[in-house]
């Protein structure tokens, strides 16, 4: 069965520090999203994306932060200055066109020192 | 904006023994309600799903309920199993963004 995967599993940076995390959506889906889950806490929306454009942004989506879908298979979430606070779980999900379902993958674990 | 609140947060039942989980949400307009189950080091993964215009949904030992007049929803699991412990998310979605409960950790006890 398709699934969505991302990488890396595990991603240790200094603070002020630029990462790329980086996902691969399942094949024949559009619609793509990112979510950050602060550990014991809920899983927060970040962004959505389609054809080449932020659909949907939060408020925790700031400068910092910026989305691309550098080729026909990736879809990368920046990180432009870490923060402490940029510590989480961040998770990618894709979405097929007409349905509601959205996949997620496993998860990037960022932990800012 | 959307708020999903979930209870509760933890849950302990004996093998077999079914298990509920609640969630309530604020925005009428939210007409999709999927719930994911997480297991240790995983994403999220889709159980079961209920859209607006429907008050009940079965698949096996999994049913979630809707009120849509009270803005709750509930997911049942019947004849609990240990590989059923795990955390559990509500969501809450219009206009496909997707709004999260809190979780709760569902421990079965063999």
């Known amino acids: 069965e398709p699934e969505v995967t991302q990488t890396p599993s595990h991603q240790v940076t200094q603070m002020g520090q630029e990462v790329i995390l980086r996902c691969v959506p399942i094949?024949?889906?559009?619609?793509f999203y990112w979510y950050r889950q602060i550990l014991g806490q809920k899983v927060e929306f970040l962004v959505s994306?389609?054809?080449?454009?932020?659909?949907?942004k939060s408020e925790i989506f700031d400068d910092q932060f910026s989305v691309e879908r550098p080729d026909g298979s990736n879809f990368t979430l920046k990180i432009r200055s870490t923060k402490l606070e940029d510590s989480a779980m961040y998770f990618c999900?894709?979405?097929?066109?007409?349905?509601?379902?959205?996949?997620f993958g496993p998860g990037t674990r960022l932990l800012v020192l | 904006g959307e708020n999903v609140e979930q209870h509760p947060s933890t849950l302990s039942v004996q093998e077999g023994d079914s298990a509920v989980i609640k969630c309530t949400y604020s925005?009428?307009?939210?007409?999709?309600f999927p719930w994911y189950k997480q297991e240790l080091g995983k994403g999220p993964q889709l159980i079961i799903d209920?859209?607006?215009?429907?008050g009940e949904k079965k698949d096996q030992r999994i049913a979630v309920t809707l009120n849509k007049t009270a803005k709750h929803f509930s997911l049942h699991i019947t004849e609990t199993q240990p590989e059923d412990s795990a955390v559990y998310f509500c969501?809450?979605?219009?206009?496909?963004?997707?709004?999260f409960g809190t979780g709760t950790s569902l421990t079965v006890i063999p």
């Open positions: 999900a894709s979405r097929l066109a007409g349905t509601e379902t959205q996949y």
């Open positions: 094949s024949n889906h559009l619609y």
């Open positions: 994306f389609y054809n080449n454009e932020i659909s949907e």
């Open positions: 925005d009428s307009a939210s007409n999709y």
């Open positions: 209920i859209r607006s215009n429907v």
């Open positions: 969501a809450a979605s219009s206009d496909n963004q997707f709004y």
